[in-house]
């Protein structure tokens, strides 16, 4: 049988009239006879019911997961139900989820080529493209989100570039919210999707070569001594989103 950390353990709460939930039960003694395959297609559920509503998520518990869950449990459920999504592990998912993968990887490669985040360019003797990878979660309303990171920390200008953007404080959220309240006006607010994707080609000139996915290397059409050139700070890079906070910021004040 594989060590207790290496087991994924599922589990159900039920929160009902406010009340906080007992300590989760202690791993079954039979879960220590299932096969590798059952551990494999084993869900994690946590479901919140409060009056008539009803939330539903997956939450992961393995490996370290697992382990900081056997010591603080509560803590690990918390911050999983607020982050509302679990990474996708291929090497387990189901063909109905690899194939929500693909459909979720297309859409990616389409906002980057959209968006012309990058672009073709040769590879330059003695310089080592940048690397990157693919983020995959599956979305607590049961959507699969996938997102091309940068692995950006082998950039040359990451100990002097600046990357510090302005953020509200909890002082000044408050005011703001009790001065919208006073004055009675509406709250709106909105979500934009593949955020960083849209920023301005501030980086063209610093000549950031990646090494593309397959997905986008087949949509741009690379050939084998080529690489992509960025020209967006799209996601992994440190400055992303002090280049997408001037993007907004400019664009507001041109209103």
């Keep these: 049988n594989p060590p207790l950390n290496d087991v994924p353990f599922s589990i159900r709460l039920n929160l009902r009239?406010?009340?906080?939930?007992?300590?989760?039960?202690?791993?079954?003694?039979?879960?220590?006879?299932?096969?590798?395959?059952?551990?494999?297609?084993?869900?994690?559920?946590a479901t919140l019911e409060e009056d008539k509503d009803v939330y539903m998520m997956e939450v992961v518990l393995e490996g370290d997961v697992l382990a900081a869950f056997s010591e603080k449990p509560k803590q690990v459920l918390t911050k999983a139900v607020k982050k509302g999504q679990v990474e996708i592990h291929m090497r387990k998912a189901t063909p109905e989820v690899k194939s929500m993968v693909a459909q979720a990887?297309?859409?990616?490669?389409?906002?980057?080529?959209?968006?012309?985040?990058?672009?073709?360019?040769?590879?330059?003797?003695g310089i080592k493209p940048m690397k990157r990878r693919w983020h995959l979660v599956m979305k607590y309303e049961g959507k699969v989100k996938a997102r091309l990171i940068l692995l950006g920390f082998p950039d040359p200008r990451l100990a002097t570039i600046e990357k510090a953007s302005p953020a509200?404080?909890?002082?000044?959220?408050?005011?703001?919210?009790?001065?919208?309240?006073?004055?009675?006006?509406?709250?709106?607010?909105?979500?934009?999707?593949?955020?960083?994707?849209?920023?301005?080609?501030?980086?063209?000139?610093?000549?950031?070569?990646?090494?593309?996915?397959?997905?986008?290397?087949?949509?741009?059409?690379?050939?084998?001594?080529?690489?992509?050139?960025?020209?967006?700070?799209?996601?992994?890079?440190?400055?992303?989103?002090?280049?997408?906070?001037?993007?907004?910021?400019?664009?507001?004040?041109?209103?």
Excluded at 211 to 235: F, G, I, N, S
Aim: proline content about 6%; overall charge negative; glycine content about 4%.
């Design 17 to 45: 009239d406010r009340e906080r939930p007992a300590d989760p039960p202690e791993v079954p003694p039979e879960r220590k006879a299932r096969t590798e395959e059952e551990l494999a297609v084993s869900d994690t559920f």
């Design 168 to 255: 509200i404080s909890s002082r000044g959220r408050n005011l703001a919210l009790q001065l919208m309240a006073n004055n009675k006006l509406r709250i709106y607010t909105g979500d934009v999707k593949a955020a960083f994707l849209q920023g301005d080609a501030t980086q063209a000139k610093h000549d950031l070569l990646v090494e593309p996915v397959p997905e986008l290397r087949e949509a741009l059409q690379l050939a084998d001594d080529e690489c992509v050139k960025m020209l967006t700070a799209a996601y992994g890079l440190v400055n992303a989103p002090k280049e997408w906070y001037e993007k907004v910021a400019g664009d507001l004040k041109k209103l």
């Design 105 to 125: 990887k297309l859409v990616e490669v389409n906002n980057l080529v959209h968006n012309e985040v990058c672009q073709a360019a040769l590879k330059e003797e």
